[in-house]
T-cell receptor, first 113, second 114 residues
Framework: GENVEQHPSTLSVQEGDSAVIKCTYS??????FPWYKQELGKRPQLIID?????GEKKDQRIAVTLNKTAKHFSLHITETQPEDSAVYFC????????????FGTGTRLTIIP | SAVISQKPSRDICQRGTSLTIQCQVD?????MFWYRQQPGQSLTLIAT?????????ESGFVIDKFPISRPNLTFSTLTVSNMSPEDSSIYLC???????????FGQGTRLTVV
């Protein structure tokens, strides 16, 4: 089955700086890669996703890049703000719409004011 | 987007007992999923619940321990049976829309077994 690795496990950045979280996956059949943000005590919320037919997607301060050849994808957050502090999970699925997701291990992001 | 109501939101249970968690969606969905999130850990898929057929369980999870019902396209239950302290986790249901939309999560059930 699919295996998703995520790094780093913890990340601290100064407010206003950029944060990058990286994931690798094992199943070349995976074609959908969402990123979820989970604040303490709350449910995971989708922040951005990308399908395998594109290499990059951007939504304001958040961007995701995908390298299918290398089987890795990354989350980029620019101009970080204190409210970006949370745990971020990457995930992979072989069938968008049949949302059986395999999650990475998570990254605890702390924004230092 | 789908609105998911999951209950109970939390419970403290005695070991050896069972707890049934309910997940109600505001629209009909084909696929419903149950995840477990152990303290400080990531989400692990327990099983996929399909209406009209038995649930499909992931490796390491069995029907006797985690029986699932899916009586219609808007509702599912997960039972955690014969609980032990190792079952203390957050359990989340998740759905995706029939049009291939993103996965939405319920608010989770925080289970503590004592």
């Amino acid at each position: 089955g699919e295996n998703v690795e995520q790094h780093p496990s913890t990340l601290s950045v100064q407010e206003g700086d950029s944060a990058v979280i990286k994931c690798t996956y094992s199943d070349s059949a995976s074609n959908y890669f969402p990123w979820y943000k989970q604040e303490l005590g709350k449910r995971p919320q989708l922040i951005i996703d990308i399908r395998s037919n594109v290499g990059e997607k951007k939504d304001q301060r958040i961007a995701v890049t995908l390298n299918k050849t290398a089987k890795h994808f990354s989350l980029h957050i620019t101009e970080t703000q204190p409210e970006d502090s949370a745990v971020y999970f990457c995930a992979a699925s072989i069938d968008f719409g049949n949302e059986k997701l395999t999650f990475g291990t998570g990254t605890r992001l702390t924004i230092i004011p | 987007s789908a609105v998911i109501s999951q209950k109970p939101s939390r419970d403290i249970c005695q070991r050896g007992t069972s707890l049934t968690i309910q997940c109600q969606v505001d629209s009909q969905v084909t696929m419903m999923f149950w995840y477990r999130q152990q303290p400080g850990q990531s989400l692990t898929l327990i099983a996929t619940a399909n209406q009209g057929s038995e649930a499909t369980y992931e490796s390491g999870f069995v029907i006797d321990k985690f029986p699932i019902s899916r009586p219609n396209l808007t509702f599912s239950t997960l039972t955690v049976s014969n609980m032990s302290p190792e079952d203390s986790s957050i359990y989340l249901c998740s759905v995706s829309g029939n049009q291939g939309t993103e996965a939405f999560f319920g608010q989770g059930t925080r289970l503590t077994v004592v």
